[in-house]
T-cell receptor, first 114, second 114 residues
């Protein structure tokens, strides 16, 4: 069954440290996305990708980098983590087929930066 | 830029009644897709229903239906015969052709009481 899996599911990081959130999809979708979820803000777009080797900035990219080394994998990188990046991060995949880019989400990664 | 607004923070209804959740959007594009997603208490986010802007008929899917009012840039989600398990957070989202990554509203928390 097609799926989007994220790792780690939970992470505690220290301020100034590097954090990498990984996402793997078996949907064979071209597009992948990283969102963060905070109370009152819903899901906000950080970075996204149209395919291997491509990354695009979303609405809140500052402090984040993204990497798409393959069709299946999309990582979100926090080079210097800050407490303001404490959040739940969701990865999603989708395609511009008849679904209109319906998204399939991973389980979420809860990050706490202390 | 795209913008999606859900003004209802939370709604509480009795089981077996009908509830409507509101969503308004902004886009300069003539072609776009509107989505509703459900986030359960476990954090899982799943796709519910979609409306393509060029379609005049309101989409339906099981006990979910949409009230698409294009002149008002509004896409309401209607849940009929609500069940306890419909208790969740519901997100409205939009993707247009100028900006291919879906943007989300802040979400509406629905509580269905017995």
């Amino acid at each position: 069954e097609a799926a989007v899996t994220q790792s780690p599911r939970n992470k505690v990081a220290v301020t100034g440290g590097k954090v990498t959130l990984s996402c793997n999809q078996t949907n064979n979708h071209n597009n992948m996305y990283w969102y963060r979820q905070d109370t009152g803000h819903g899901l906000r777009l950080i970075h996204y990708s149209y395919g291997a080797g491509s990354t695009e900035k979303g609405d809140i990219p500052d402090g984040y980098k993204a990497s798409r080394p393959s069709q299946e994998n999309f990582s979100l990188i926090l080079e210097l983590a800050t407490p303001s990046q404490t959040s739940v991060y969701f990865c999603a995949s989708g395609d511009w087929d008849n679904s209109g880019n319906t998204l399939y989400f991973g389980e979420g990664s809860r990050l706490i930066v202390v | 830029a795209q913008k999606v607004t859900q003004t209802q923070t939370s709604i509480s209804v009795m089981e077996k009644t009908t509830v409507t959740m509101d969503c308004v959007y902004e886009t300069r594009d003539s072609s776009y897709f509107l989505f509703w997603y459900k986030q359960t208490a476990s954090g899982e986010i799943v796709f519910l229903i979609r409306q393509d802007s060029y379609k005049k008929e309101n989409a339906t899917e099981g006990h979910y239906s949409l009230n698409f009012q294009k002149p008002k840039s509004s896409i309401g989600l209607i849940i009929t015969a609500t069940q306890i398990e419909d208790s969740a957070v519901y997100f409205c989202a939009m993707r247009d052709n100028n900006n291919n990554a879906p943007r989300f509203g802040a979400g509406t928390k629905l509580s269905v009481k017995p």
